[in-house]
């Protein structure tokens, strides 16, 4: 009995599956048992990125903020390189730039003295300042080393201005959590340091969209205004990550936009928040709530028509606002759209993946369409996701096969569970299951982050109704190029 060894990892496949496996190509292509990843040694193709890319996402959503990145210059590297590939605009992150030196001795004066650098050349109105896991495992004290930071600002540039920035600590170790994990920490972060209580009430709503994209952001807004509803939307990033281009610029750049500082600390006194993904924003909307008795909305997502109209009757009952009728004729629509073109979805058989609430979100809006999940993977570990994935298939009485449930876990047992079904007819999920559509040749419909192999998916919604039509186009449009590919003339 032969072992063959995994090209590149080199790591043999019985530290991978639990059987040994011939070395012959048909074996080795397709092994029976795969252990679960929590159990291998290896991670293959993960389904998630690290903690403080979360965070920083985060900051950058606040007016005239700059992320200060408490690690080495690749953490900011990486991270840079990936908004600018998602989303097509520069984003300005600070880092202590960590060396031996810092890694031995620990990042005080690398912190003092990058705060203070950051300060005097780009005078910005927030600083979020991101550990990450060479910070965290040397055991920075972060918050003493904020004061002599700050004490230090007061020195340089006096105390009236120094004073005037506030900066807020995120705690994102990297080698624990996700990207995901990073957002909620941050929003948690923000309205701890910031949110400040009044004694009247504001009769707003806080929104924390969570890992939506710029397009996303927009149509929240939409049946906010629609709904004659003001809104604070923590971590707005519509306009800093999507920024029109209006020369001349002044230097330094900030982008327009964002969440502005006092809006956050007013979010002590809405009427509720709501925290679209649970995942990510879950912790602010609960520590709002017992701070300051302002409710937490925690999800669903508002993907498809079960999420939006949970969105909307929410916003109804807690500030009395009727649902206009410009909103139901856009739900009529996607009704409507749903209708034209169930013939196409009906029993069509689907695998999704991302983050959670992604999953979640997108799972629901399939089972509306009359589609069959048969593998759901969400990349970041959740102590609800089974549940939650249980609660929706029985909600819209799902009578198949129960589909494949991955937890935190990579895509290698997706991908192979994908190939031992006998059909298969279309992969949602991001720019990291392309390979995986390719090798089953299936159609993939990209939704989620992070999408980096397409243009303009970050200025489009699929939230909302009029998102939901743009999903369910996607979707139908996929499986028609994927049945007639020459183009043949086809009646919808």
């Not at 206009?324 to 034209?340: I, N």
């Not at 993939?444 to 699929?462: C, E, H, M, S, W």
């Amino acid at each position: 009995m032969q072992l063959k060894e995994i090209p590149i990892t080199g790591i043999p496949y019985d530290q991978l599956y639990i059987e040994k496996i011939p070395a012959t190509p048909e074996y080795c292509r397709r092994p029976a048992e795969l252990l679960p990843a929590g159990n291998r040694s290896v991670v293959v193709n993960p389904n998630r990125t690290c903690m403080p890319l979360g965070a920083m996402w985060a900051v950058l959503g606040v007016h005239g903020a700059i992320p200060f990145v408490q690690g080495a210059q690749g953490c900011t590297t990486y991270v840079r390189y990936t908004f600018c590939r998602v989303f097509k605009e520069p984003a300005t992150i600070a880092t202590a730039s960590f060396h031996e030196d810092a890694a031995v001795f620990g990042g005080r004066r690398n912190l003092i003295e990058g705060i203070r650098n950051l300060v005097v050349r780009y005078w910005p109105e927030l600083i979020g300042v991101v550990t990450t896991c060479s910070s965290e495992i040397i055991g920075d004290d972060m918050v003493s080393f904020l004061k002599m930071a700050r004490a230090n600002l007061r020195k340089e540039i006096g105390p009236e201005k120094a004073d005037r920035i506030p900066i807020v600590l995120v705690n994102t170790p990297s080698f624990a959590g996700s990207h995901v994990d990073g957002y909620d920490r941050a929003s948690r972060a923000f309205v701890e340091t910031l949110a400040t209580a009044r004694d009247k009430p504001s009769g707003k709503v806080n929104i924390i969209p969570g890992l939506l994209y710029p397009g996303d952001i927009r149509e929240i807004k939409h049946l906010l205004r629609h709904m004659g509803i003001e809104g604070i939307v923590l971590f707005d990033i519509s306009d800093p990550l999507d920024a029109p281009l209006q020369p001349p610029v002044s230097l330094p750049y900030k982008p327009p936009g964002g969440t502005p500082v006092e809006a956050i600390r007013d979010m002590a006194n809405s009427l509720a928040t709501f925290a679209l993904q649970p995942h990510a924003g879950q912790a602010g909307a609960r520590y709002l709530e017992r701070k300051f008795g302002v409710r937490a909305v925690v999800g669903p997502p508002p993907i498809g028509i079960q999420g939006t109209d949970a969105f909307l009757k929410t916003l109804r009952e807690l500030t009395g606002k009727p649902i206009p009728e410009s909103l139901l004729q856009e739900r009529g629509r996607l009704v409507d759209s749903l209708a034209d073109t169930f013939h196409h979805t009906m029993m069509k058989k689907v695998a999704i993946m991302g983050d959670p609430d992604v999953v979640l979100g997108v799972t629901r809006f399939v089972l509306e369409m009359g589609m069959e999940p048969v593998a759901l993977a969400g990349g970041t570990a959740s102590k609800t996701f089974d549940h939650d994935v249980e609660a929706i298939l029985a909600e819209a009485g799902y009578g198949g096969d129960p589909p494949l449930v991955v937890n935190g876990g990579d895509l290698l047992e997706f991908e192979e569970h994908l190939k031992q079904l006998p059909r298969l007819d279309l992969v949602i999920g991001n720019s990291r299951a392309v390979d995986i559509a390719k090798e089953l040749q299936v159609p993939l419909v990209r939704v989620g982050f992070p999408i980096y192999d397409r243009f303009g998916y970050q200025k489009r919604a699929v939230v909302g109704y009029r998102g939901g039509e743009v999903l369910l186009a996607e979707i139908v449009n996929s499986i028609l190029g994927y049945q007639y590919p020459d183009d043949r003339t086809h009646q919808l």
